[in-house]
């Protein structure tokens, strides 16, 4: 069975770190790019981050560059998402997706449609 699962999240003060691991099963990661997202309830998803098939090339939106931090391990057939300095409107639902064509070297942005495979989600709670 494909899939991506997510873990990591959980309560956090504001100010504080988590990291994120999104890992696959029944496939390679090394094949796929990977982004990060997260979805408030009420509100559109928002691509966050995203990183290459070799992780020689990272994507960050505005809301989190210089905060989160991307990367992957392929030999682990996992990718990270650090988040540092955390803000209560960090708080949501954190995804991860993974798709051959997303997040290609040279192209900026984050794709956040039409991806092949999706996790199921990381709670993400900043809160004092």
Request: charge should be neutral.
């Amino acid at each position: 069975q494909l899939q991506l699962v997510e873990s990591g999240g959980g309560l956090v003060q504001p100010g504080g770190s988590l990291r994120l691991s999104c890992a696959a099963s029944g496939f390679s990661l090394d094949l796929y790019g990977i982004g990060w997202f997260r979805q408030v309830p009420g509100k559109e998803r928002e691509g966050i981050s995203c990183i290459s098939k070799r992780g020689d090339w990272t994507n960050y939106g505005d809301s989190v560059a210089g905060r989160f931090t991307i990367s992957r391990d392929n030999a682990k057939n996992t990718v990270y998402l650090q988040l540092n300095n955390l803000k209560p409107e960090d708080t949501a639902v954190y995804y991860c997706a993974a798709d051959p064509s997303t997040c290609l070297p040279g192209i900026h942005g984050i794709t956040t449609t039409n991806l092949a495979y999706w996790g199921q989600g990381t709670q993400v709670t900043v809160s004092s």
